[in-house]
């Protein structure tokens, strides 16, 4: 059984890693993100995961107090405990003329202020004399998520209030989605495998924008899918070669995901 401290639990991510990694059989300790974590005892887990984010360093310029992360793991490396770390990074450090597909040895290259957070990020914390590192750059991670600010909440929230789903950028942009629970269940392993260094966590696979959208009108049963734009901007794939190799767990096709999620939507509204 692998102990774990989870920071973030009642998020998106969070609560569906934390679903996924008890079902394991490991055992998992909750832990608020404004907690004062100078004060916790690091020497009872195998792994720290972090899956908290303060609104603002999404949209800030970097600041050592909105970054969650650095404040976790320095308090983590000054206690002195084995714990691996694992810091939850994301594609967006490859920038947006990433290569397609994006391997862990691709150039750190961000071109918005989250990726630019993410990067000063990953460099803060591998400079800490932490006992295990795990860098893990994620994919679009979605999943029944109305409300959220991501194409999916977007998605979801007009398909049921308004009748459709919208795009402000070509239908045929591909990119790479790893449904929440499948995302859950390889950081699951991850962590009980006790893997360090960098890995991309992606589905293997990309999609066009479109293809999804149409998946989630056609399980919601009806809906119209608008273009305001034709300009492919932003596409991406990661590398998963590596991950592959760590992990067994199996990821689900998107579209029988997003029929899903239709549906479900379907039966709330």
């Not at 989250?114 to 994620?138: D, F, H, M, Q, W």
Request: hydrophobic fraction near 45%; charge should be neutral.
């Amino acid at each position: 059984m692998v102990r774990v401290l989870l920071v973030g639990t009642s998020g998106f991510i969070g609560a569906a890693y934390r679903l996924a990694a008890v079902g394991r059989g490991d055992g998992v300790v909750d832990l608020h993100y404004g907690a004062d974590f100078g004060a916790v005892d690091f020497s009872g887990f195998d792994a720290v995961v972090n899956a908290a984010c303060d609104p603002r360093y999404r949209v800030s310029a970097y600041d050592e107090a909105l970054d969650v992360d650095l404040r976790l793991a320095r308090a983590l490396a000054a206690s002195g405990a084995p714990a691996t770390y694992y810091m939850l990074s994301s594609r967006k450090v490859y920038g947006a003329h990433a290569p397609f597909p994006a391997t862990e040895t691709a150039p750190i290259a961000p071109t918005d202020v989250y990726g630019v957070n993410k990067a000063l990020t990953e460099a803060a914390l591998s400079a800490l004399p932490l006992a295990g590192l795990a860098v893990l750059r994620i994919a679009n991670v979605y999943g029944d998520e109305v409300g959220r600010g991501s194409f999916f909440g977007a998605a979801s929230r007009t398909l049921v209030q308004e009748g459709f789903v919208r795009l402000d950028i070509s239908p045929f942009t591909r990119r790479d989605f790893i449904h929440v629970d499948d995302f859950a269940c390889v950081l699951a392993e991850l962590t009980a495998k006790k893997f360090t260094g960098v890995v991309n966590l992606g589905s293997g696979s990309s999609v066009e924008l479109g293809r999804v959208a149409l998946w989630l009108i056609e399980g919601f049963g009806s809906g119209r899918l608008i273009c305001d734009s034709w300009e492919e901007r932003d596409a991406f794939l990661l590398d998963s070669q590596k991950l592959k190799a760590w992990t067994s767990a199996h990821v689900g096709d998107v579209r029988s995901r997003c029929l899903e999620i239709g549906r479900n939507l379907k039966c709330k509204a």
